[in-house]
């Protein structure tokens, strides 16, 4: 018994980390996927090797030995499926990397046959493969080879997808570490069984330790994001990046939104008039309600600048019914800043609110530079929510034809046609009262 203690101990690590891996995140499915892996490499390590022995000194029948190889077999395609998972929350890269996923398809066949032949060669896995490094001879015996070339099959494909991975779609530093960990853990997890019991127990450390530290440096590299994001980004965009990586949630894409532009009317001759310290006071309120409408019509608030706010509904989550969503996140800001700027006026002075909202196809991501990240939109349509507001009168929704029409909005009715500066033509209005 006690030389299975470093074997019971390393096992106890695996599921340790199985339950931290499904406790952090249980929303992701990449934790549960990992969460599963390690949950069963600590099962199939823990009793398997004990049992091997215990079988291999009675002379068989080997069929705990067989149950607990499909447990590793479920490790293997485990791990193979999380490599999956991550390699599609990365962006794309310059190339097809299309060979990828049929390399990881090919890895998971292999564990899959590693697995059945631990079922119809129980013997030979128990004699020739487990600790097999153990016997000069063993990389004579066709039973060791039956079981370590599935395994290496598995390595190499996972190494050449993972080595893809960094070299064609160069993954951020966070992203890169959590590949690079996988890389480095893959050898000692693989090798286990193959060695005696102590440096066995002492590679399977070794793999868990170095898979730990990539792991919580790119978790904790998710926090400081998450904390950035969340300052700005509708809650939507939480699970977004939980699900498919940050990569994909902020990439450059053209998109179809709604793009909504807020105003406060009179809000220069307020400011000086009033001290600094109310005005700020006034701002904070205004962002505060800006922000709590966004997050109920699951917008994105793209500028807070002075009295305006620029917000999007549809990016960077994608929403089919945007421009509905667009018009009433505008009821919304006309009702609680409406409130907001009665509540401050006073002594005859007067401080209103108006509104533009316009759709449109428009480039949606982040503009990464040395010193910030900032998420914006690009297009005709955001220009054309920021001409209507300007042109909005205190308690006013000024909405283009296409945003009425997607949205059916009754509430809006047609104005006289307007020129618009930056557009040619007259442009049809449609407006909403307070």
Not at 329 to 346: E, F, M, Q
Not at 361 to 368: A, E
Request: glycine share 12%.
């Amino acid at each position: 018994m006690i030389q299975y203690v470093p074997i019971y101990i390393a096992s106890l690590v695996a599921l340790g980390m199985a339950a931290a891996f499904y406790g952090a995140d249980r929303g992701s499915p990449i934790s549960r996927v990992i969460a599963l892996a390690f949950a069963a490499t600590g099962i199939s390590y823990g009793f398997g090797v004990p049992v091997a022995d215990m079988e291999l000194a009675r002379g068989g029948p080997y069929w705990g030995s067989a149950l607990l190889g499909l447990v590793e077999m479920l490790s293997l395609l485990c791990f193979v499926e999380w490599i999956r998972r991550v390699r599609r929350t990365l962006p794309p890269g310059p190339i097809d990397t299309g060979a990828g996923d049929v390399a990881l398809r090919f890895a998971q066949l292999a564990g899959v046959f590693y697995g059945v032949a631990g079922l119809f060669a129980r013997e030979a896995k128990q004699r020739d493969f487990i600790g097999g490094l153990q016997h000069a001879d063993a990389l004579m015996r066709p039973g060791f080879w039956l079981f370590a070339a599935p395994l290496l099959v598995v390595l190499a494909c996972c190494g050449v997808t993972m080595a893809m991975l960094l070299l064609v779609r160069r993954p951020d530093r966070p992203e890169a570490l959590r590949v690079l960990a996988a890389f480095g853990a893959g050898p000692f997890l693989l090798t286990t069984f193959v060695l005696s019991h102590a440096a066995g127990a002492v590679s399977m450390a070794l793999g868990e330790m170095i898979f730990l530290v990539g792991a919580v440096q790119y978790h904790v590299q998710q926090g400081h994001r998450g904390e950035f994001l969340s300052r700005f980004l509708s809650p939507q965009v939480a699970r977004l990046v939980n699900e498919r990586g940050l990569g994909l949630a902020v990439q450059h894409r053209q998109a179809e939104i709604t793009i909504v532009c807020c105003d406060l009317r009179g809000f220069t001759a307020y400011a000086r008039q009033r001290p600094s310290g109310e005005v700020i006071e006034l701002l904070r309120e205004y962002y505060d309600a800006a922000g709590q409408a966004a997050a109920e019509c699951g917008a994105t608030i793209k500028d807070f600048a002075g009295d305006g706010v620029l917000l999007l509904v549809g990016a960077p989550v994608a929403q089919a019914d945007h421009a509905a969503q667009g018009l009433e996140l505008a009821r919304r800001l006309r009702a609680s800043v409406g409130a907001l700027t009665r509540r401050w006026c006073r002594d005859g002075e007067r401080l209103g609110v108006g509104l533009g909202v316009a759709s449109g196809l428009v480039t949606v991501g982040v503009i990464d530079s040395t010193s910030r990240l900032e998420y914006t939109a690009v297009g005709d349509a955001v220009n054309l929510a920021s001409r209507l507001c300007e042109r909005a009168a205190d308690g006013e929704i000024l909405a283009d034809e296409h945003t009425v029409r997607l949205a059916a909005a009754a509430d809006f009715k047609p104005q006289a046609a307007a020129e618009l500066q930056g557009f040619a033509g007259a442009m049809a209005l449609f407006a909403s009262r307070g």
